[in-house]
């Protein structure tokens, strides 16, 4: 009898705390006014490296100033750790207040119903009158507005302006087809093929899934449907992989055995290719790997040469459900995606600033002015927004990779290479 | 009456006293056992749950049965992270075993700086599964690596293409080569039983006329069975485990070419980049049962091969 006690304290005792974590609050009303001396405690989380904690401490110092009574608990992971981390917190209904999102958990996050609906604060709290609507959708899910972007950018094609000087090749056009890229890719080669070592064209293209979503933007077709799954069928993506099957077949890409002994850099980050397709954003990166400022950026070709772009949010930030400082919370991520002194501090490390005043504040360098009037150019094909991603996105976007390097070392056909993403995608995103 | 208590009386205090110094026991023991039960047998033990369940660390487990184990034998990825595994397993413990065993002998014989030169060649395994030499490893086989041009020299894949890490065909053997380079441990093992071997055995062999390589196989390897044995298993169990410098090397792909999705690269890309926790407590185990059959045959095997001292046989 003795023995039994304890135990049944201690079930009981699991039982309260397992209730205790089970638990939802009471809805909250909105508030439309914080005043400046209102105490709170709240946590905040977000991914990257020193250099980033550093800005976002000086940024939020800057928030202590207009609101000295909040106290922002802050923490922060590398990329892979974050995810793991948040995964656990997300079981244990335990996410930090304020946190740092991607797109591509976003909608993951949002489907179990682990954020706050932000929309309740538009307008007072929280102002997103400088947000173009279909930035604000990227950050949208089953109607709720669930993560407010910090930044965004856009898909495109950046050319080594170095590379191409030297071996008297003129810039890309901003209005190429695919045809012309073709043609163009081996008018490089050709000047290039007696530097040492040789100088390409540019990497296969085929060889990323943002690659093929905005190939599938320009047909006006789905990427996913609504519940997840994929939008598109095994013809889809190898009708995409054969587009660049000539040139692949013929060894005029960048070889892929010199990109994987370069990895991460690559050709183009290696100077050893003149064409890169990636997010406006990463022309930073181009400039610093490169050792250069001489890239320039235009629209990626489409089979005619007119596009549809999106924007692309780069980092969001979202409020968990399971807070219990709603208001404070607002107003901190009201402050972080519009004070254009924090803009003036990431400067467009984290995306271009949505509002025209953040872009204003960016004491530009030398890859924020490209980014920036690229992203200027562009304006007016920015017609849709950047689809919303499923659970899993980033395991397939992972998975199309590995394929690819497969196919370019010859080890699987195209045939496979959809055969093998299809299977992982009835894993991942089922 | 009087007689029984008088008589439970002193085995009372006996099984008191045994009680207290068994308390004592434990209480010395808890540290390790709570860390052996907290750290070690429960989350096996969880893990070993999760293997039938469809987990994804965000919502609860779903228990799915054999699902699990069942996908694993489709699995095209699995099937290569076990022939890769399979491949390094084979190849690389024996190869790295023969070298421990011969740099060994050398220093045996060697009169001179033995001390030195113990710690020379014991100094890689020391490092060798760092990340840092892991990074020098692979600048040593890429394009412009000293390993990478002298090999082009002598036939070896064109270095302007990316030396040995841009072939799917190399970059086993280059993880291969890591660790026989990591012979050290193994070496000073079979050093320290080599002394152990009588020099008189020699000395008779050699006046019965044996030369070095029947004074070998008839010598030194059956006494040196024990450690040999011993050596062989740990080896074997520690390359099933590799994953550093796969994971370094291939700059956490497991490529060019899944030509190094090790068994356990395959595994934490599974759990920590897809989430299927599951799945991947699924290959867990199965890691767990084949390196356990696999150790078991060589103890099996070891009744035929390892002589121990005193032995008949």
């Known amino acids: 009898m003795s023995s039994t006690k304890p135990a049944a304290a201690l079930a009981a005792a699991a039982l309260l705390g397992l209730a205790a974590c089970g638990g939802g609050g009471t809805p909250h009303e909105a508030a439309t006014e914080f005043a400046p001396d209102t105490e709170a405690e709240i946590t905040f989380t977000w991914w990257g490296n020193d250099e980033r904690a550093d800005w976002m401490n000086q940024a939020l110092d800057l928030f202590n100033q207009e609101y000295p009574n909040v106290e922002v608990v802050r923490n922060f992971n590398a990329w892979g750790d974050y995810w793991t981390a948040r995964n656990t917190e997300a079981a244990g209904q335990a996410l930090p207040d304020v946190l740092m999102m991607d797109a591509g958990y976003l909608g993951e996050y949002a489907d179990k119903g682990l954020f706050l609906d932000l929309g309740a604060y538009q307008g007072g709290l929280l102002d997103t009158g400088?947000?173009?609507?279909?930035?604000?959708?990227?950050?949208?899910?089953?109607?709720?507005?669930?993560?407010?972007?910090?930044?965004?950018?856009?898909?495109?094609?950046?050319?080594?302006?170095?590379?191409?000087?030297?071996?008297?090749?003129?810039?890309?056009?901003?209005?190429?087809?695919?045809?012309?890229?073709?043609?163009?890719?081996?008018?490089?080669?050709?000047?290039?093929?007696?530097?040492?070592?040789?100088?390409?064209?540019?990497?296969?293209?085929?060889?990323?899934?943002?690659?093929?979503?905005?190939?599938?933007?320009?047909?006006?077709?789905?990427?996913?449907?609504?519940?997840?799954?994929?939008?598109?069928?095994?013809?889809?993506?190898?009708?995409?992989?054969?587009?660049?099957?000539?040139?692949?077949?013929?060894?005029?890409?960048?070889?892929?055995?010199?990109?994987?002994?370069?990895?991460?850099?690559?050709?183009?980050?290696?100077?050893?290719?003149?064409?890169?397709?990636?997010?406006?954003?990463?022309?930073?990166?181009?400039?610093?790997?490169?050792?250069?400022?001489?890239?320039?950026?235009?629209?990626?070709?489409?089979?005619?040469?007119?596009?549809?772009?999106?924007?692309?949010?780069?980092?969001?930030?979202?409020?968990?459900?399971?807070?219990?400082?709603?208001?404070?919370?607002?107003?901190?991520?009201?402050?972080?995606?519009?004070?254009?002194?924090?803009?003036?501090?990431?400067?467009?490390?984290?995306?271009?600033?949505?509002?025209?005043?953040?872009?204003?504040?960016?004491?530009?360098?030398?890859?924020?002015?490209?980014?920036?009037?690229?992203?200027?150019?562009?304006?007016?094909?920015?017609?849709?927004?950047?689809?919303?991603?499923?659970?899993?996105?980033?395991?397939?976007?992972?998975?199309?990779?590995?394929?690819?390097?497969?196919?370019?070392?010859?080890?699987?056909?195209?045939?496979?290479?959809?055969?093998?993403?299809?299977?992982?995608?009835?894993?991942?995103?089922? | 009456m009087a007689d029984t208590t008088t008589a439970r009386g002193p085995v009372r205090a006996r099984r008191r006293g045994r009680a207290r110094a068994n308390g004592a026991g434990y209480a010395f023991l808890s540290p390790w056992l709570i860390g052996f039960l907290g750290l070690t047998a429960g989350p096996m033990i969880a893990s070993l749950y999760l293997s039938f369940t469809d987990y994804n660390l965000f919502s609860p487990p779903v228990f799915t049965g054999l699902e699990n184990y069942q996908r694993l034998l489709t699995d095209t990825n699995f099937l290569q992270a076990a022939k890769v595994t399979a491949l390094y397993v084979v190849f690389g413990t024996p190869i790295k075993l023969a070298a421990a065993l011969a740099v060994a002998m050398l220093l045996h014989s060697a009169r001179r700086g033995q001390g030195f030169y113990r710690s020379a060649y014991y100094l890689p395994s020391l490092i060798g599964g760092s990340v840092s030499i892991a990074i020098v490893w692979k600048a040593m086989f890429i394009d412009e690596g000293i390993v990478a041009q002298i090999g082009a020299v002598f036939g070896g894949p064109d270095a302007a293409a990316g030396g040995w890490v841009g072939d799917p065909g190399r970059t086993l053997p280059m993880l291969i080569l890591l660790t026989v380079w990591q012979f050290g441990a193994p070496m000073v093992i079979f050093l320290a039983g080599l002394k152990q071997v009588p020099l008189e055995m020699y000395e008779a062999a050699e006046v019965d006329g044996a030369g070095p390589v029947r004074r070998f196989w008839s010598i030194t390897v059956p006494l040196l069975s024990p450690v040999l044995f011993f050596n062989l298993l740990l080896e074997t169990i520690h390359a099933f485990q590799i994953f550093n410098s796969a994971f370094i090397i291939s700059n956490g792909s497991g490529g060019p070419a899944q030509s190094t999705l090790f068994y356990t690269l395959y595994l934490y890309f599974r759990g920590f980049r897809d989430f299927q926790m599951g799945y991947a407590s699924a290959m867990a185990w199965v890691l767990v049962v084949v390196v356990g059959l696999i150790s078991l045959l060589l103890f099996r095997s070891s009744k035929s091969w390892v002589h121990y001292s005193g032995d008949d046989k």
């Open chain 1, 130 to 430: 400088g947000y173009a609507d279909t930035l604000l959708a990227s950050g949208t899910v089953n109607d709720q507005l669930v993560g407010v972007p910090m930044g965004y950018n856009a898909w495109s094609m950046m050319y080594n302006k170095d590379l191409l000087d030297e071996l008297g090749v003129p810039y890309p056009a901003a209005d190429m087809t695919l045809d012309e890229l073709e043609a163009y890719v081996l008018q490089v080669n050709q000047a290039g093929a007696a530097q040492d070592p040789p100088v390409y064209g540019a990497s296969d293209y085929t060889g990323s899934f943002p690659g093929f979503i905005y190939a599938r933007m320009q047909e006006g077709e789905d990427v996913f449907t609504d519940d997840g799954g994929p939008a598109f069928d095994e013809g889809d993506v190898q009708d995409y992989l054969d587009s660049a099957a000539e040139l692949r077949d013929a060894g005029d890409f960048y070889p892929v055995e010199r990109t994987v002994a370069l990895d991460p850099l690559g050709g183009f980050l290696g100077g050893e290719a003149a064409l890169w397709f990636n997010f406006s954003t990463t022309v930073a990166q181009a400039m610093s790997d490169i050792g250069t400022e001489n890239i320039g950026m235009v629209q990626a070709p489409t089979a005619d040469g007119t596009h549809v772009l999106a924007d692309h949010p780069s980092m969001l930030l979202s409020v968990a459900a399971n807070t219990d400082q709603p208001d404070a919370s607002a107003v901190l991520v009201d402050f972080l995606a519009n004070s254009p002194e924090v803009k003036a501090i990431f400067g467009a490390s984290l995306g271009a600033p949505p509002t025209d005043e953040g872009r204003a504040a960016v004491d530009q360098s030398a890859s924020d002015a490209v980014d920036f009037g690229y992203l200027e150019a562009i304006d007016g094909e920015i017609t849709e927004s950047y689809p919303l991603l499923p659970s899993g996105y980033g395991s397939i976007e992972a998975k199309w990779g590995e394929l690819h390097e497969q196919l370019l070392y010859g080890d699987i056909d195209t045939g496979q290479f959809t055969q093998e993403l299809f299977s992982e995608m009835d894993m991942l995103l089922g």
